[in-house]
Nanobody, 126 residues
Framework: HVQLVESGGGSVQAGGSLKLTCTTS????????MGWYRQAPGKEREGVAR???????TYADSAKGRFVISQDDATNTIHLHMNSLKLEDAAMYYC?????????????????????WGQGTQVTVS
């Protein structure tokens, strides 16, 4: 059973910063690429950033220069550091883990198949 637990969402003024955290098991952390998605009301879920086990990162254009994804190998955790937040960054943010296992319902992006999701953490920007 893959479990992804997010935390760190909240309310912030435009221009402010937040740090999101996602914790999972060692099995998932060491074998699955991980990332962050977000979904605003009425919009599709969109990829924000991803990080491979060796630390390679990729960002959506909307996140480049403002967001940083990082990982902590000691705690099986990834973070999303969000700076210079804009009104349009408001959304539910989801931690995701990719899996090559066939037969899973996935969202494909950056060449990965994201199959596992956390419960989400809300980010509000005013």
């Amino acid at each position: 059973h893959v479990q992804l637990v997010e935390s760190g969402g909240g309310s912030v003024q435009a221009g402010g910063s937040l740090k999101l955290t996602c914790t999972t098991s060692w099995d998932v952390f060491s074998s699955c690429g991980m990332g962050w998605y977000r979904q605003a009301p009425g919009k599709e879920r969109e990829g924000v950033a991803r990080i491979g086990y060796l630390g390679t990162t990729t960002y959506a254009d909307s996140a480049k220069g403002r967001f940083v994804i990082s990982q902590d190998d000691a705690t099986n955790t990834i973070h999303l550091h969000m700076n210079s937040l804009k009104l349009e960054d408001a959304a539910m943010y989801y931690c995701a883990a990719a899996s090559p296992e066939p037969g899973l319902e996935v969202i494909r992006k950056w060449g990965w198949s994201f199959a596992y999701w956390g419960q989400g953490t809300q980010v509000t920007v005013s």
